[in-house]
């Protein structure tokens, strides 16, 4: 698994390391490399005596902070920006809403972000505020100290790499309904060059987009949105192309504390690069899908994502094709993209 993880980080380096892309009519592009991960519960349900958060604290106080995302570690740092969804706030806020389930982490447990290259957090899911307002400004306040941004309902986050200024926004199916969303991304649009939209909705379990989510996501890419990420489900979703972008219908869930157990241990990373020329446009510079589980251990979830290998990742990378109703020539892949290191893109001969 950590072979893999390497490939990944040599055929990435190798294609920053190319510098810009050869230079157009348009003129020399910059290339900002994306990196997506789904739902990120760093800590567990604080109910019943808190067994479920205990848990999960007991492999912070045995493993440390790194334990937890270092399978992934060497993605997340050769990329331009790693975005997750944080699934729960962190925080020491004890009075909370009534539900099912009530995440929390500690506020410490930021740390497992910061030391694995997590440069910005959507804040806009349906656990943000298990914790009441309190919790939920807590939780920004934790992130903006450690150096996170954070993005979700009418919080915005903007940061400027490569001279190129990178948009934020994020919604929840719950709170926001589709024109709140829709107005609040077209805002958005103008104070940036590149946007990037998380909503948090779907169906739980459900590897298939509602009608709802299809038709939001896509009157987002109308109004703006270079890139869609959605999450919810818990599961896996489809890869839609739609208008030159890419909306992920769901990234499922990543290290995630709310389940020792969940049903369906299958998930990815997303990648996509971002060629944005002097004039503003903005072109696809090719996307990666690679193959994870949330868990380094089959029997149960130990919190630690982990790339998968071999027929196991072609497996489950052929599943995410058949999700999407797709064939891998469909798609543009980055260079050293899982496809292309598993051998499964068509060569110039077989062309």
Avoid at 201 to 219: C, D, H, I, Q, V
Avoid at 237 to 250: A, E, R
Avoid at 294 to 306: D, G, I, R
């Amino acid at each position: 698994m950590k072979r893999f993880a390497a490939l990944v980080l040599l055929a990435l380096w190798v294609f920053l390391a190319c510098g810009a892309a050869e230079e157009s009519e348009k003129g020399k592009p910059q290339r900002l490399v994306i990196t997506a991960v789904g739902d990120c519960t760093l800590g567990g349900d604080a109910q019943k005596g808190g067994s479920n958060e205990k848990f999960f604290q007991k492999f912070v106080d045995k493993y440390g902070y790194e334990y937890f995302l270092k399978n992934v570690k060497s993605i997340f740092e050769n990329d331009d920006i790693t975005i997750v969804n944080l699934e729960g706030p962190l925080t020491s806020e004890k009075k909370h809403r009534s539900g099912r389930f009530i995440f929390r982490g500690a506020p410490d447990h930021v740390n497992i972000l910061t030391c694995a290259s997590v440069e910005v957090c959507n804040v806009a899911n349906n656990h943000a505020l298990d914790f009441l307002e309190a919790g939920f400004q807590e939780t920004l306040k934790t992130l903006d100290e450690a150096g996170i941004g954070a993005s979700g309902y009418d919080v915005e986050y903007y940061m400027d790499i490569k001279g190129i200024t990178v948009g934020f926004v994020g919604y929840s199916y719950r709170e926001n309904k589709a024109d709140q969303m829709i107005a609040g991304a077209k805002k958005a649009r103008e104070k940036c060059d590149l946007l990037i939209v998380s909503v948090h909705g779907g169906e739980e379990n459900n590897y298939k987009m509602t009608s709802f989510m299809r038709t939001t996501t896509k009157k987002l890419v109308d109004v703006g949105a270079d890139l869609v990420l959605c999450h919810h489900p818990h599961v896996y979703g489809p890869i839609l192309t739609y208008n030159g972008k890419y909306i992920v219908g769901s990234l499922g869930n990543f290290c995630f504390g709310g389940n020792y157990i969940p049903k369906d241990k299958d998930t990815q990373i997303f990648q996509q690069t971002f060629l944005i020329y002097p004039d503003g446009t903005i072109e696809d510079g090719g996307i990666n899908l690679i193959p994870c589980s949330v868990s380094s251990e089959k029997a149960h979830n130990n919190f630690q994502p982990t790339p998968l290998e071999g027929k196991e990742a072609e497996k489950l990378f052929n599943k995410f094709m058949k999700l999407s109703k797709l064939q891998v020539t469909d798609l543009n892949w980055m260079p050293g993209s899982y496809p292309e290191l598993a051998g499964l893109l068509p060569t110039e001969e077989a062309e």
